[in-house]
């Protein structure tokens, strides 16, 4: 079965410093992807990065970077210069790709910005 | 244009009444689903449909009904509404992994 855990309950960063959220994932699939999303306090679910299982790369959007090390089965996101609106829940998830796509999430981590 | 729109945003009601959330997508994505996000923020999926076809119901009670009129559409009808099903969901869609996207959720109050 997939599973992702975030064991960071909730950080704190200074505005303008770099943050990495972690992520560890479990699965026996050799194909899957790794997923972070952003929930503000306006609720809504907004797509930040996303790492294929077989990407060679590590992924990139903008500010946000995935460190995928896959053999640790790891998947941090790393916010560079953090921004007060950066402050929000952040979710990692897994998709399976053998069919579904569903997402399966983890419990999620809150991140405060500081001015 | 919003590209997966949910409605409504809000919704309070009575224990015991019947309700519907509806779901629109123009993304032309083949793949809808509903997720369930509960008062400790974790999201759990409940549904998916492929072109129209129900391929995941994850344990849901029976009182939950999807019904995908068209592959664009995805609505969530509730039965006999319980205090627990108050919640956030979520309406999202994809066309392959990379490609998810959700509505902005409807809370569910249940009083």
């Known amino acids: 079965a997939q599973k992702i855990t975030q064991t960071q309950p909730g950080m704190f960063v200074q505005e303008k410093e770099a943050v990495t959220l972690d992520c560890t994932y479990d699965t026996s699939d050799p194909s899957y992807g790794l997923f972070w999303y952003k929930q503000p306090s306006s609720g809504e679910m907004i797509f930040l990065i996303y790492?294929?299982?077989?990407?060679?790369q590590n992924a990139t959007e903008g500010r946000y970077s995935l460190n995928f090390q896959k053999a640790r089965k790891s998947a941090n996101l790393v916010i560079s210069a953090s921004q007060l609106g950066d402050s929000a829940m952040y979710f990692c998830?897994?998709?399976?790709?053998?069919?579904?796509?569903?997402?399966?999430f983890g419990k999620g981590m809150k991140l405060t910005v500081n001015p | 244009d919003t590209a997966v729109s949910q409605t409504p945003k809000y919704l309070v009601t009575q224990m015991g009444n019947d309700k519907s959330i509806k779901c629109e997508q123009n993304l032309g994505h083949d793949t809808m689903y509903w997720y369930k996000q509960d008062s400790k923020k974790f999201l759990k999926i409940m549904f998916s449909?492929?072109?129209?076809?129900?391929?995941i119901n994850e344990t849901v009670p029976n009182r939950f009904s999807p019904k995908s009129p068209d592959k664009a559409h995805l609505n969530l009808h509730i039965n006999s509404l319980e205090l627990g099903d108050s919640a956030v969901y979520f309406c999202?869609?994809?066309?392959?992994?990379?490609?998810?996207?959700f509505g902005s959720g409807t809370r569910l109050t249940v009083v």
């Open positions: 998830a897994m998709s399976y790709q053998g069919g579904s796509e569903k997402l399966v």
């Open positions: 449909y492929n072109n129209k076809e129900l391929i």
């Open positions: 790492q294929g299982s077989y990407d060679q």
């Open positions: 999202a869609s994809s066309q392959a992994a990379r490609g998810y996207t």
